[in-house]
């Protein structure tokens, strides 16, 4: 059993890297009648997620990073309850209709549901997950066992096996446990990640400044799931130690200011525990700080600091300096490499 498992991953891999070289001979250049879509249709979950993949189609048309002559669309799900696939469809087919009238039955159309804010994957929950990188191997010149995407480290930054990193900075003296996430980040000064840890940072757009968040927990903690009452807020856990021992070591009190939105359903997700900051750098350290804390159960009150949720960092969020940040990563990586 264990032979064929492997000889179907190997098939699948290959006939996925057979795809993926076919896609790369079409990324800038006109495609013909039949070599692709005629309509690429992406479906978005609110309009900022919608703003963020209209920038980033922007974008790589004019890196050339897709195939030409093909109609790109985005079509934001309408507001209020959450419509599933089967509604954003039938939202986006009259969305084309409206477009194209009758002409588009003639057409061959690619429908991407990317709305929704990814409960499994997080990084994904701001800029979207249509755009969100997904490697296939880990770079040849690492040799140890980790995956960086789309990001600048200092060569004396040490990553532990089986840490990703996407679109972030690392300094000198940052030392990543193994097995982590990292996500939209600015670690300059001395830190320390714990093994397993997972570090996503948000741009956020306040009363009309810019501040920013950092989410900051285990990778296996289990986001989604949520009790009634703050009686029952021990049942959850936060890098595997009960959420009320955080609590405790944060000095926060257990009172329904303690989480946003909905009160019926208490959650890591809805737990306003992460510090806003004037810098993406203080951000992620102030929250490295706390997840530290609890690692090592010691003393760190984040009663001085103005708190979010991960649920509150998404109605803020501020794509456009998001988008911003990542350009800037890819200009300074383009820039590298021409000089090399």
């Given at each position: 059993?264990?032979?064929?498992?492997?000889?179907v991953?190997?098939?699948?891999?290959?006939?996925?890297?057979r795809?993926?070289?076919?896609?790369?001979k079409?990324?800038?250049?006109?495609?013909?009648?039949?070599?692709?879509?005629?309509?690429?249709?992406?479906?978005?979950?609110?309009?900022?997620?919608?703003?963020?993949?209209?920038?980033?189609?922007?974008?790589?048309?004019?890196?050339?990073?897709?195939?030409?002559?093909?109609?790109?669309?985005?079509?934001?799900?309408?507001?209020?309850?959450?419509?599933?696939?089967?509604?954003?469809?039938?939202?986006?087919?009259?969305?084309?209709?409206?477009?194209?009238?009758?002409?588009?039955?003639?057409?061959?159309i690619?429908?991407?549901?990317?709305?929704?804010?990814?409960?499994?994957?997080?990084?994904?929950?701001?800029?979207?997950?249509?755009?969100?990188?997904?490697?296939?191997?880990?770079?040849?010149?690492?040799?140890?066992?980790?995956?960086?995407?789309?990001?600048?480290?200092?060569?004396?930054?040490?990553?532990?096996?089986?840490?990703?990193?996407?679109?972030?900075?690392?300094?000198?003296?940052v030392?990543?446990?193994?097995?982590?996430?990292?996500?939209?980040?600015?670690?300059?000064?001395?830190?320390?990640?714990?093994?397993?840890?997972?570090?996503?940072?948000?741009?956020?757009?306040?009363?009309?400044?810019?501040?920013?968040?950092?989410?900051?927990?285990?990778?296996?903690?289990?986001?989604?799931?949520?009790?009634?009452t703050?009686?029952?807020?021990?049942?959850?856990?936060?890098?595997?130690?009960?959420?009320?021992?955080?609590?405790?070591?944060?000095?926060l009190?257990?009172t329904?200011?303690?989480?946003?939105?909905?009160?019926?359903?208490?959650?890591?997700?809805?737990?306003?525990?992460?510090?806003?900051?004037?810098?993406?750098?203080?951000?992620?350290?102030?929250?490295?700080?706390?997840l530290?804390?609890?690692?090592?159960?010691?003393?760190?009150?984040l009663?001085?600091?103005?708190?979010?949720?991960?649920?509150?960092?998404?109605?803020?969020?501020?794509?456009?300096d998001?988008?911003?940040?990542?350009e800037?990563?890819?200009?300074?990586?383009?820039?590298?490499?021409?000089?090399i």
């Amino acid at each position: 059993m264990a032979s064929a498992r492997v000889s179907v991953d190997v098939t699948l891999r290959e006939a996925i890297q057979r795809k993926l070289r076919r896609f790369s001979k079409l990324r800038g250049k006109p495609v013909a009648a039949g070599e692709f879509w005629d309509i690429v249709a992406i479906t978005a979950a609110d309009e900022k997620q919608e703003l963020a993949y209209r920038q980033q189609l922007s974008k790589k048309l004019k890196r050339k990073e897709l195939p030409l002559g093909v109609q790109y669309h985005v079509f934001v799900d309408p507001a209020g309850a959450k419509i599933g696939n089967g509604g954003s469809t039938l939202c986006a087919l009259r969305c084309l209709e409206k477009l194209y009238g009758d002409k588009w039955n003639s057409f061959t159309i690619l429908l991407i549901h990317s709305g929704g804010y990814s409960q499994r994957l997080p990084s994904a929950s701001a800029l979207g997950k249509i755009f969100t990188a997904l490697p296939l191997d880990i770079p040849p010149c690492s040799g140890k066992g980790y995956c960086i995407i789309q990001s600048i480290l200092d060569l004396r930054c040490s990553v532990g096996a089986g840490s990703v990193i996407e679109y972030s900075r690392l300094g000198p003296d940052v030392f990543v446990g193994e097995n982590c996430f990292i996500s939209n980040s600015y670690i300059i000064t001395k830190a320390v990640l714990p093994a397993y840890s997972f570090v996503c940072s948000l741009s956020l757009k306040i009363n009309g400044h810019l501040e920013y968040s950092t989410m900051a927990f285990g990778v296996q903690d289990n986001l989604k799931n949520n009790v009634k009452t703050l009686l029952d807020i021990k049942l959850l856990q936060f890098f595997g130690v009960s959420f009320l021992s955080c609590l405790d070591i944060w000095n926060l009190e257990i009172t329904e200011e303690l989480f946003s939105g909905n009160k019926a359903h208490l959650s890591l997700w809805s737990a306003r525990i992460f510090p806003v900051c004037s810098s993406l750098s203080e951000s992620v350290i102030t929250s490295l700080k706390m997840l530290n804390a609890v690692k090592n159960n010691s003393p760190f009150s984040l009663n001085s600091y103005k708190l979010f949720s991960i649920e509150e960092m998404l109605a803020y969020k501020d794509v456009e300096d998001m988008v911003a940040y990542r350009e800037q990563i890819f200009l300074d990586i383009s820039l590298k490499s021409s000089l090399i």
